[in-house]
Structure formats: C-alpha cells, structure tokens
C-alpha cells in the first residue's frame, strides 16, 4: 500500500509541474527515478498517464481520471495523520502562501513572523508572484488574490479591504511644480505597471484616472517603489506601504483614493484539515490587524 501511495504521489508532482525535472525538485528525486516510477504505474494500470511533447508531460485522458482521485487520497492522507497526531497547541510543518508582491513585501512578513513565533515547528514560505498563484498545481496552499476567483474547486474568503493614493517623495514634489488639480499630473513623470502585464484588472489604477501612458513601468510593486522612493516620479502606493518610506507622502489625496480588497483562496477540499484552518485563521486575522495598523500610520 506504501508503495501505491508513493507512485501515486510522483504521479501528483509530474501532473503539477508538467516535466520531469520540476517533479523531480520537488520531490528531491533524480529526473531519471521519477519517469521510471511514472512508467512503472502507468504499466500496473496498463494505460499512458502523460503525453510527452516539446513543451512537457502533459496529462493524457486516464491521466485526467486518474488525478481526482489522486487528489483525494492526498486529501485522505492528510486528514489521517492530523487524526493520528492529534490537533496539539502548535501548529507544525511547512505551509506556502502566494500572493501578490505588494502584501507579500508590506504585509505578510510581520504577519508571518508573528505567527512563526508562536509556532516554532512551523515552516512558513511565502511566493512572491507578479500573477495569479495556480493552487490546482499546488503553487502554494493557500494565497492571497485582490480578485475573488470564479473557477476552479476553491474556498474564497473576504479578508480585508485596503486603500491606495497617489504618492511621490518629499524631494521629487520640492524639484517639479506643485500639483494643485488632476490636470497638474500632466507635467509630471508617472510610475506605474507595465499595461500587458497586469494580470487582475484591479490593479489597473492609472487606467481608473483616465492616465494611458507613463514614462517608467513595472510588472513589481517593490521596483515601482523604490523608483518613488528614489525620486523617479509619481504614482499610486498602498497606504499600508507608506510607513516604510517616511520620506514619500500623498498627493491629492482628498481627490484620489482607491479601495480593494484581499481574499484568502484555498483548495476547497483543504478545509477538512484542522492544521490549515487554524493557519488561515491566524493568516486572516493577521492581515486584518496589519493593514489597519499600518494604514492607521499614514
């Protein structure tokens, strides 16, 4: 039975990442031993389970039907050994989160230290991502979206709104003219994401001012701030970032300010476990109490 489980689990690895050797890094195996232990299962089930092509392994039919059950027994192992170890003060083991770089940099580091510290067994990685985290290819968990998602077999839980403004460093403001009115923006160097690189409408905020163009452009939230930061010019900033960069302040910000919101997103079948409801609990409330801290500050 060990060892179904244990082909069974490669089978799951080589499904997600669609090659090889990506399984093979995640499961800290040689390449060569994964595509036996695949082809020595896919002959017990005398049916092929991926196609291999150019572009990797994809999942053939038998692959397809083969996954949600193997999902399940995933499932099943996991619940089985917290039913074995008992639920226990702590929380243990190593949980990932995805999330959007700008509460993966201003947010979820305290928020993930914090619970660390109360939890010294546990291991917390965060993925940073410029996209949407894929959860059906166990990306990470859990994430953190700014949309909720409407596909997909996923748990979806408001966590918290946020606000963003118009912002610029004191230095930048005293070098270039005042701005009085939106129309003052004209003259000045805007900052912003680059336009077909962003991956949720919601974060298309220049587009909400009706502004089309902006001289520097970045698929990160981290480099459109330090240009900020540095001078470079102006644009929109979380309020929850601006405590980090006590020499930038708001501009218009009686005129312009924007509201979003945070979703935690889980795999559906995942709330069975005891283990990650408490984290996400700890998660959300977390994120909760850090963005009203630090919006509090600005």
Not at 34 to 51: D, M, W
Not at 128 to 157: C, F, H, W, Y
Not at 172 to 189: F, S
Request: a negative charge.
């Amino acid at each position: 039975m060990a060892e179904i489980w244990d082909d069974v689990r490669i089978f799951l690895a080589v499904a997600r990442s669609e090659s090889l050797s990506a399984a093979g890094r995640l499961l800290r195996m040689d390449p060569a031993t994964v595509g036996r232990r695949i082809a020595r299962l896919e002959q017990s089930l005398n049916a092929p389970l991926f196609a291999k092509s150019p572009q990797g392994y994809a999942m053939t039919e038998p692959g397809a039907r083969l996954l949600r059950h193997a999902e399940a027994a995933e499932q099943a192992m996991q619940a089985a050994a917290e039913a074995v170890a008992g639920v226990t003060e702590g929380l243990s083991g190593q949980i990932r989160i995805g999330a959007p770089d700008g509460c993966a940099n201003f947010l979820l580091p305290q928020v993930c230290a914090a619970i660390a510290d109360d939890n010294p067994e546990l291991e917390v990685q965060i993925v940073a991502l410029p996209r949407v985290v894929n959860l059906s290819k166990r990306e990470a968990d859990m994430a953190i979206a700014v949309s909720p998602p409407t596909a997909g077999r996923l748990s979806v839980q408001k966590v918290t709104d946020y606000h963003l403004h118009l912002a610029a460093s004191e230095s930048y403001l005293a070098q270039h003219p005042p701005i009085r009115t939106r129309g003052d923006l004209n003259g000045h160097r805007l900052v912003g994401y680059i336009s077909d690189m962003i991956f949720d409408k919601e974060l298309d905020y220049l587009s909400d001012l009706g502004v089309t163009r902006h001289a520097l452009a970045s698929n990160s939230v981290a480099v459109q701030f330090h240009w900020l930061r540095q001078g470079a010019g102006i644009g929109i900033v979380h309020d929850f970032a601006l405590p980090a960069a006590p020499d930038m302040v708001k501009v218009l910000g009686d005129d312009i300010s924007l509201t979003r919101s945070f979703y935690l997103v889980r795999h559906a079948d995942d709330r069975r476990l005891e283990r990650m409801n408490r984290f996400a609990a700890l998660l959300a409330d977390g994120l909760r109490r850090e963005t009203a801290r630090l919006e509090g500050l600005t």
